[in-house]
């Protein structure tokens, strides 16, 4: 009896104390509900603002895990795609549709395959009526052709390798699921909250020690540039011989990409048989990169040729953006993303003025104030 009291009176210490280190996490993560639009932090790119999580990846997977199931009755407009469309806002594209919530789950280092996966797991939240009531904008970069395990010998993507680090997920390569059912995932998911910050802490300890180590050893036998504490930006050379590395098909006298090819006609086609409207936009690319890379004119002309052989509406935003408006070879500037953001408003409404069952359910009505008109006013 003695030894019950006092495990229960550990019990109650022990929870209280995970209560107490839980409470802080609120303040960067307020507590999620179903009835709030699921949003990701705004990406910027010179410093990244304080988060308790460690990158978007961690974050989306923990924010679709905290919000699903999702109210089915909305109609949404969803953003897909890479790191490069992160920079469009979904606070400023409402008012260039009729959808009640507008949401952009781009993720870094993601291919066709890795959309997809966020897509099906979005899917899984929203439910068969949640899905119809959404429309689909792909806005996929010459680097969401890239097969998975390129840039990184892994059979898993990105996105699952990062759902497995949480241990709340498990299963092989393209088929990682959640350990428990959606409504016991979301409680486990706010008891897992002191967690969350470990992994950012580490990483912290470890890029500090190792930036130390590096400081010293340049100190003591200087050699080359000094060590920089955080990643340079992507320049022209590095960016090129990326792409080179990753797109080896580019330029050769075969069918390029042919893996995440078929990935993208299998995701248009799963979109579509939930009763999905689909667009696809070619994101902004800096002007040397369109001339210096072949693997660019390769990639655009075979998102074109796809979009016009399958009756998907196309925008084309690759010549739209000056290279000022760049942070680096991929990657928006925190100004031009609002600047992205309008030019992406203003290229749906001019859709809808054309093809007005492009936008699906999220489509304003043709008598709807401001159809036809640009959305720059809306936006800032």
């Known amino acids: 009896m003695v030894t019950l009291r006092a495990l229960l009176k550990v019990g109650v210490w022990a929870a209280l104390l995970w209560l107490l280190l839980m409470l802080p996490t609120y303040r960067y993560w307020p507590l999620e509900t179903s009835a709030k639009p699921l949003h990701l932090s705004k990406v910027v790119y010179e410093h990244r ?3 308790i999580f460690v990158s978007h990846l961690q974050e989306a997977v923990y924010k679709l895990a905290s919000k699903c199931p999702m109210p089915p009755a909305r109609t949404r407009l969803i953003l897909l795609g890479g790191s490069g469309s992160q920079a469009f ?28 996966q966020v ?3 979005l899917g899984a939240c929203l439910g068969a009526d949640g899905l119809r009531n959404s429309t689909v904008v792909l806005i996929p970069s010459l680097m969401s052709f890239t097969r998975t395990g390129a840039r990184r010998e892994s059979a ?8 497995l680090k949480t241990r709340l997920y498990r299963g ?3 088929a990682v699921t959640p350990r428990l059912p959606a409504p016991l995932m979301r409680v486990l998911v706010e008891l897992w909250r002191p967690l969350i910050p470990m992994r950012g802490f580490i990483n912290a300890v470890r890029d500090e020690t190792a930036y130390l180590r590096q400081s010293l050893k340049w100190r ?12 340079p930006a992507l320049d022209r050379d590095l960016s090129l011989r990326l792409i080179a590395d990753f797109l ?24 579509r048989a939930a009763g999905s409207a689909v667009v696809i936009v070619d994101q902004p690319a800096q002007a040397w990169l369109r001339e210096a890379a072949p693997a660019f004119a390769v990639a655009r002309q075979t998102l074109r040729r796809y979009a016009q052989a399958n009756d998907v509406p196309y925008i084309d935003l690759t010549e739209t953006a000056g290279d000022d408006e760049f942070f680096d070879a991929l990657h928006a500037t925190p100004e031009a993303s ?14 809808q003025a054309t093809q007005p069952s492009a936008l699906g359910v999220v489509a304003r009505r043709a008598g709807a104030p401001g159809v036809g008109a640009p959305a720059s006013d809306a936006l800032p």
């Open 248 to 271: 080896p098909d580019a330029g050769v006298d075969r069918p390029f990409a042919e893996d995440q090819v078929a990935e993208l006609d299998g995701l248009v086609k799963r979109i």
């Open 338 to 351: 609002a600047i992205w953001t309008r030019r992406l408003a203003d290229a749906l409404i001019a859709l």
């Open 220 to 231: 003591l036998r200087p050699s080359g540039p000094a060590p920089l504490r955080e990643r």
């Open 89 to 116: 806002y979904p606070d400023f594209l409402g008012d260039a549709t009729a959808a009640d919530e507008v949401s952009n789950l781009s993720l870094p280092l993601a291919n066709f395959t890795q959309i997809r």
């Open 172 to 174: 092989e390569a393209d």
């Open 119 to 121: 897509y099906q797991d």
């Open 156 to 163: 898993y993507s990105f996105y699952e390798l990062e759902k």
């Open 49 to 51: 603002p304080y988060s």
